[in-house]
């Protein structure tokens, strides 16, 4: 059964860089069948897509956080990252990993929240 | 950016019932269109993929339809499970965006 679990601080403070880990479990993002995706809920609100990695020149982000944000791959302990500059309270959310095959999310993490403040 | 609109916001529904929920995209996504299910405190669940193909395990009172610009997820009859927040999506090309949501609550 694949499996997909988001780590990572769960207080960041304003200025400072988002770090999230992706640890995949029964299978391998190495296999090129999938995008790996990142999607954040703020509180009380609806899904916003931060963007997805398929290859490295097929790396693909939300035009709103294109400047501040980067997904990369690590096959070697077979997760991907999350990493969000410069960050204000206006990134609290929960952070959920996915998996997409191209034709719909069908695979998500448990999602982890993350609060922005001093 | 292709703007998803959902509605209504909010439907209050009786078990048993019947639900139409109604996506409209700002410009055509062909058939590039999901359809997930949120509850409390939980990850979101793709239902439909493709505008009308059913996902994984996810039973037939289930069903979506439409094509370009207006689609619809049609619940048949409500079950207690079914109580839950629904979006839309599209992915016909980046950025993917989300409808705002539809609430289907206990009437």
């Known amino acids: 059964q694949v499996q997909l679990q988001e780590s990572g601080p769960g207080l960041v403070k304003p200025s400072q860089t988002l770090s999230l880990t992706c640890t995949v479990s029964?299978?391998?993002?190495?296999?090129?069948?999938?995008?790996w995706s990142w999607i954040r809920q703020p509180a009380g609100k609806g899904l916003e897509w931060i963007g997805r990695f398929y290859t490295s020149a097929s790396t693909r982000y939300n035009p709103s956080l294109k400047s501040r944000v980067t997904i990369s791959l690590d096959p070697s302990k077979n997760q991907f990252s999350l990493r969000l500059t410069s960050v204000t309270a206006a990134d609290t959310a929960v952070y959920y990993c996915?998996?997409?095959?191209?034709?719909?999310?069908?695979?998500w993490g448990q999602g982890t929240l993350v609060t922005v403040s001093s | 950016e292709i703007v998803l609109t959902q509605s209504p916001g909010t439907l209050s529904l009786s078990p048993g019932e019947g639900a139409t929920l109604s996506c409209r995209a700002s410009e055509s996504v062909s058939d590039y269109l999901a359809w997930y299910q949120q509850k409390p405190g939980q990850a979101p669940r793709l239902l439909i993929y493709g505008a009308s193909s059913r996902a994984t395990g996810i039973p037939d009172r289930f069903s979506g339809s439409g094509s370009e610009t207006d689609f619809t997820l049609t619940i048949s009859r409500l079950e207690p499970e079914d109580f839950a927040v629904y979006y839309c999506?599209?992915?016909?090309?980046?950025?993917?965006?989300f409808g705002q949501g539809t609430k289907v609550e206990i009437k």
């Open positions: 029964g299978d391998s993002i190495s296999n090129g069948r999938y995008y």
């Open positions: 999506q599209h992915y016909v090309s980046s950025p993917v965006t």
């Open positions: 996915a998996r997409d095959p191209g034709f719909g999310t069908n695979l």
